[in-house]
C-alpha cells in the first residue's frame, strides 16, 4: 500500500503536503517524495527512509517553492524497494513537466511495459508505475484527454495524483480497489488517500473520488471531472478497513473505527461460548476490535502489551529479516496484567505469522495461562495482485495449513477467525451492496485476473 497526497493553490502546499505525508506514514515506509510546482520550475525531492527523516526544514525551506505540490510515501509492491522506485516520478514530455504519484498495482504492467520497449522506450525506474507517463507522453490531445486515454489502456489497482504546472489531477482504477478521497483547506482543493490526512491538515472531506473518475483542479477550482471508465462492478480493497486504514479515516460512509468495532462484536458473537479473564488488543491494528469485542461480550478490555513506537509496522517491512526484528521489537507484554489469566487475544490478521508465534510465545513467558486467539479477517489463502505485497502463497500460513494446523502450530486454546460474511456487514454502509468488496485474498477469486493469479 502506499500513500498518496496533493494540495494545490495553496503557498503552503509543501508543508501542507509534507504533514499530509506524515499522516499517510502507516502506508509505506520505505521511501517518501514530493513534488512542487507554480510559478517556479517543478522540483522533486525524494530519497529512502520515513517522512521525518527525509524532510527537515532546511529540505522544505530551500528546496520546495510552489503552489501545487504531490506526495508520496512508498510500501513496495512491484519490482524493488530501492531510490529509483521512490516517487513521486517527474518527467519532461512533449506536453510539459508531469509528475505522478500511485498507490496500486497495473495487473498489465508487463504486457504494456514489453510492448513500449519494442517500440524503443527507455526506462529510468523498474516499478509498474512509469508506464503511465509513457503513456501519457506518447499520447496527443488535452491533459484530461491524455489521461484518459492513458488510463484506458491500464488495467488493475491505481488511485493517482498527478501534476502539471498549477494543474492538480486525480484519478482512481474503475474498481475503485485503492481509496482516494477530495477535501479542502480554504481556496485550496486537497486530494489524498485517506480523510484522516485531509483533516489532520486542517482540511475537510468532500467526498471519495469516484472508481473510474479524473477530477482537474485548478487555482482552487475544480475545471474538470469525468468518468474516463464505467464501473462493471466496484472492488475495493477489503483489507483497508482491516489492516491499512487508519482507524479515523472515513470508508464506505463510517470511519474505520467503527468498522473496527463491529468486527469486534461480531467475533464476540461467533465466540459467544468461550469465557475469558480480559480481552487484549494486539496493538495497532488490534484496538478497536477488541473494544468492540469486550463491550459486545462483557469481558473486561485491558491493554497487556506495552507498543514500541519507533520500528514502525511489522508486516509491510520489504524483507523477512526486518519483519523478524520489527515483531521482535514491537511488543513487549505486561506480566501483571496477564499473569495467570486466561485471556481472549485479538489481532487483525495472520498473514506470514511473523507476528502471532512471537507474540504467543512471550505471552506463555510471560505467564499467561490459556490463550483464545481471534482474528478480525478469514484466513488469507491468496496472494494479493493489487497494491499488498503477499506474492507467493507459500509465504502464506493459511494457504498451505488448515486451522487446526494453524491453531497447534501457534499453540493456542482456540483460534478464531471472523466469517467473510460478517467482515462484509462489518465494512458496508447499510445502503450497499455485498460486491463493493474485493476480498480475492480469503476466496480466491479475482475481480480482474492476472498471469499469476488461480
Ligand atoms: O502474520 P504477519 O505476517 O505477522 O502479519 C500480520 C500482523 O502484522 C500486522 O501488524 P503490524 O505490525 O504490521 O501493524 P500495526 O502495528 O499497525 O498493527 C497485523 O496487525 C498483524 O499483527
Ligand atoms: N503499494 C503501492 O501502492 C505501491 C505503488 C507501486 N506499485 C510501487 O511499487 O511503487
Ligand atoms: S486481494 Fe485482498 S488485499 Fe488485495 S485488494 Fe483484494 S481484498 Fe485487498
Ligand atoms: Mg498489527
Known sequence: MCGIIGVENNKNAAVLTLAGLLTLQHRGEESAGITISGREKMRTFKAMGLVSRIFNEETLLNKLHGTVAIGHVRYTTSSKSSLINAQPFQISCIHGNISVAHNGNITNFPKIKELLLEKGAIFSHTS?????????????????????????????????????????????????????????????????????????????????????EIIVIE??????????KKVRRQTSCIFEQVYFSRPDSVMFEQ?????????????????????????????????????????????????????????????IKPSQKLRNLTATLKLRPIGEVVNGKEI????????????????????????????????????????????????????????????????????????????LDNLVKACSSSNKKNDVFCVACFTGKYPIKTSKSR
Do not use: W
Open 128 to 212: 509498474d508505475t512509469e508506464i503511465l507517463l509513457h503513456l501519457i507522453a506518447m499520447s496527443k490531445g488535452s491533459l484530461t484527454d491524455i489521461i484518459a486515454k492513458s488510463l484506458r489502456k491500464l488495467e488493475g489497482a491505481f488511485s493517482l495524483v498527478i501534476l502539471k504546472d498549477r494543474t492538480l489531477i486525480g484519478a482512481r482504477d474503475s474498481n475503485g480497489f485503492r481509496p482516494l478521497v477530495l477535501g479542502k483547506i480554504d481556496n485550496s482543493y486537497i486530494i489524498s488517500s485517506e480523510s484522516a490526512a485531509v483533516e489532520v491538515i486542517g482540511g475537510k472531506y468532500i467526498r471519495d473520488i469516484k472508481p473510474g
Open 255 to 315: 470511519t474505520v473505527k467503527e468498522a473496527r468495532v463491529k468486527m469486534g462484536e461480531y467475533l464476540a458473537q461467533q465466540m459467544k461460548n468461550i469465557k475469558a479473564d480480559i480481552v487484549i488488543p494486539v496493538p495497532d491494528t488490534g484496538y478497536f476490535v477488541a473494544l468492540g469485542f469486550s463491550r459486545a461480550s462483557g469481558i473486561l478490555f485491558e491493554n497487556g502489551f506495552i507498543r514500541n513506537h519507533y520500528v514502525g509496522r511489522s508486516f
Open 219 to 228: 487555482d482552487g477550482q475544480i475545471k474538470r471531472s469525468l468518468i474516463y
Open 344 to 419: 481472549i487475544l485479538i489481532d487483525d490478521s495472520i498473514v506470514r505469522g511473523t507476528t502471532s508465534k512471537r507474540l504467543i510465545n512471550i505471552l506463555k513467558e510471560a505467564g499467561t495461562k490459556k490463550i483464545h486467539f481471534a482474528l478480525s479477517c478469514p484466513p488469507i489463502t491468496d496472494s494479493c495482485y493489487y497494491g499488498i505485497d503477499t506474492p507467493n502463497r507459500e509465504h502464506l500460513i493459511a494457504a498451505n495449513n488448515s486451522v487446526e494446523e494453524i491453531k497447534k502450530y501457534l499453540n493456542v486454546t482456540s483460534l478464531n477467525f471472523l466469517s
